[in-house]
């Protein structure tokens, strides 16, 4: 510790105690979105108008997604009236460690959204609900209770129980809860149970592996289920709990595909047997675990057929069809504080590995496991007994009960953790392997590995989420930000090392770099090596005419079976993107290796950009990410303009940096043409904006019919945010941004071009995308505009999904515009990375600079908000906060990797030493 004085500075260098590193960091928690789901409401879906969206019910293998033109939207109906339901409903937090697959569980208990079984594009269909699934209950008040008297004589009463599944729509037969409270923080969702026939006060919280630049740690297959339970009554109460997993039995889904892990088109699949006449599927799933040669089996409800097949075939949607794999339950103890019962499919195609559900044992808490044929036997049990009597093994339906005993006025936390492992990852029928087969053995391995990190991850949780929840940012925006990490749920690691995402699930590029930068900034901050990942894939495949393709691999055309085979469109915004991320890394991250590994990459991109431009100045004829609006048709258009002065700015910085003063030059003039290229073709002094758009006819005239499009200056955002300025005339830029306000609004936010056609317009145009508000937003603070009001139009599109849709864990890239029965509805590509360019706004608000080249070594802030402010920071790898209140500056690195930095200055105040912290240290002077 250090404390000292100077004439104009007091400071003092501290650390944040860790605390006790356990659980009670999850319980601290905050949650700043909530719904209430009731036992009788009622959800219904309806059917409304889209170009694309992500379906519930996949149908098909190896393929999108996706529905098109129509699909169905869940609504809750309340007098009368379609209205949507509330928050957590219609989705909520993905939970599974990054790059292991997904299960959300939702505000009404069930379980949605499985992806755990390698499901993706390139394989099998997700698995849309286990209806089976739950937690359940069960209460018994042990001491003797007075009932009120009757006829004069007091009665003791037995000790009674009830017992209901945490869930407002239970399964048929069983008792639900009355109502349950949902909060999601990302990666935690919290379930607090409210219901006036239990006497305990119970809340869930559920959450999954995230560390900060720990990729590995954050890879883990699990997920934790934690009880906070009380006892706020002056009875002992004991309690039991349930969980129940019915994935044995695939209900809804068949497996017609087969795979042979050779590669290539999907294969029907053909049966070795068909048995007429069974009863049921569980019936079944028992001759296949009969037969020596079936691996998979799928039983039909109308006809009452089983077909058993010798292959591992692959999962889709059939309502009529329940399916399963060879496989059984079994009960395992991992060691002397946990057991689990697992179910086994072995082999080594896609859907084979291990489940298992497992209870971590603590003082006074007893767990007991088991599998069961029928819902209704199991329900008995626990009903009854609370505990399994009697370790059954059967298929279908796998669980665990848990036994303890509350005192008046005890709280305890109980932990339940299932955990899977499907290391045969599968990729169009060819078994590459996921990343997690590296780090662990099996999910016996998981469990206990999950177990053991618990306090570290409930540290690791709380930074992040202090980091945006305790800031003073709007808590519409910092909630916002913490679910928006959620999007990493389509994320792939491979066994042999390369990380790789899918654009969207209904939209199957893999790593379109344009894509990618839209949503980029928390992928940099959280796990710096990701990125540098993909940037090595996308610089491998440059062509040779220094031309970076769009993508890694492309939807059009069909299915292929190699991950990394680059194609795509000719783009302003890819080449120009990849030199972005290259400056970032090296001045945010101080990587001063990669810019010179990737400097001859570098030089090619740069060059191809300049020969896009013609003579003009500007680039001709590119493509780019808003390609419905088919801004390649044009000769000019200001959205790819602006993305060529961001890439000659960017060029500029790079070869500086490599002391390539010729170069340098090059493309300053580079970028001092495309200035005057641009205001030459495309700016309107009528109108004062630059038109969308314009075209150089045969006989050379200059065509424009004066558009204007949403979110022209996207390109500004990246180049604010790396300090590198105004792109254009900083008058032209603002009463440009203006313009997009004023005759773009609606709604539901900004429609993305105007004045092309005659309003309304198609839905080509007149749609609102999820870049545009925020952008502008971003832009309109660095031009001193007064940010809270700049942040009320990013706050119109964003918190549309938060606060009105009640969907933020499935933000659309597009929302309906209006008139054609879509306003303001999700519109086009679901679970999109577009609104996640609002992560800009937070350099905006606190104008964060960083340089941590060895040479420079500065963190400068100079926020656009006035004192007191708490405002997150973003590093490659460390996330924090600035924060000042009166003449007291405070920087403090909530989590990731050290801080090293040589100057950190706040409002033109220097703190006098060079710095190095720690996660959970801080600075603090006085200005
Ligand atoms: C998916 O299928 C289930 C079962 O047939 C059906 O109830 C549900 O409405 C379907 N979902 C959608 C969005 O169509
Ligand atoms: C199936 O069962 C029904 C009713 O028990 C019987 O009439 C029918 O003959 C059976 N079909 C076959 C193929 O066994
Ligand atoms: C699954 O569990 C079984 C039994 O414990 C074990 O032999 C097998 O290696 C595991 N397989 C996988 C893929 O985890
Ligand atoms: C750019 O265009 C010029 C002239 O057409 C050509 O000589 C040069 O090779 C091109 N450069 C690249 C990188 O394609
Ligand atoms: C400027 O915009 C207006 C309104 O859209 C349009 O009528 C006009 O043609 C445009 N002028 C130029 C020079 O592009």
Redesign the pocket.
Known sequence: MIIMSTKIIFLFIWFISKGTCDLSQLLNLEFANSGISKAGDVYQ?KQLPCSYLE???VTTIQQNWANYKK??Y?FQEKNGELIPPPSGIRSSVPLGGISTGVIELRADGTFHEWTIVNQSPAGAGKF?VFDDAFFAIRETISNNIKLKSINGVNEMKRPSSRAFSIRTGPPEGIPGVQAIEYGGEFPVSRLKIQDTRLSVNTELLAYSSYFVNDMESSAKPAISFTFNLENPTSNSISIDLLLNMPIDIEK?YERTSSQNGQGGPPVTAKPVRIITNLSDDVSCSDECQRSNDCSTWTFYKSTKQCKIYNTVNLNT?N?DASSGLKGSWQIDSVDQNMDCVSLVRPGNMGPNGNFSLCGVKDTGVQFSYGSFRHLQHLWEMFERDGSFSRSDIQHSHGAIMMNTLLKPGEKKLVTFIISWYYPHRDFVNKIYGNYYQNLFSDSLHVAKEMRDSLPSLAASISGIHKTFLDSTLPSWLSDLFVNSLSHIRTAIWFKDGRWRQWEATDCVNIDSVHNDGERHIPYITMYPESTKNKIRAWAKSQQANGMIPEQLRCNAGGPTSEIDTPCGRKMSDVSSMLMVYILEMYQWGGDVDLLKEMYPVIIKAADWHINTTGSYGIPINLQNTYDILALNAYTFSAYNSAFHLLAMKVAEHLARAMSDTPRALKYKQAYEKGVVGMDKYLWNSTMNYYNSYGSISSSGELHTVGALMTDTFYAQVLAFSLGLGPLVDEKKLNTHMDAELRYNDSPYGMLVQTRRYKYPGPPQDNAVWMMGNPNWATIKIHLKANPQEALLVAKKSLDRWRSVLNDQWNVAGIMGGLGYGAEGQPYITSHYGYFMSSWHLIFALSRQQTDLTPSKSFLRFDPSVNSPYTLPFLLPGSIGTVSRDGSRITLTLLSGKNLDVAEVEVSGSRFPFRVSLKAGGSIFWKV
Do not use: C, D
């Open positions: 879906w379906s519930q019910n699909f169905n869940l849309q809804g949607f309502e």
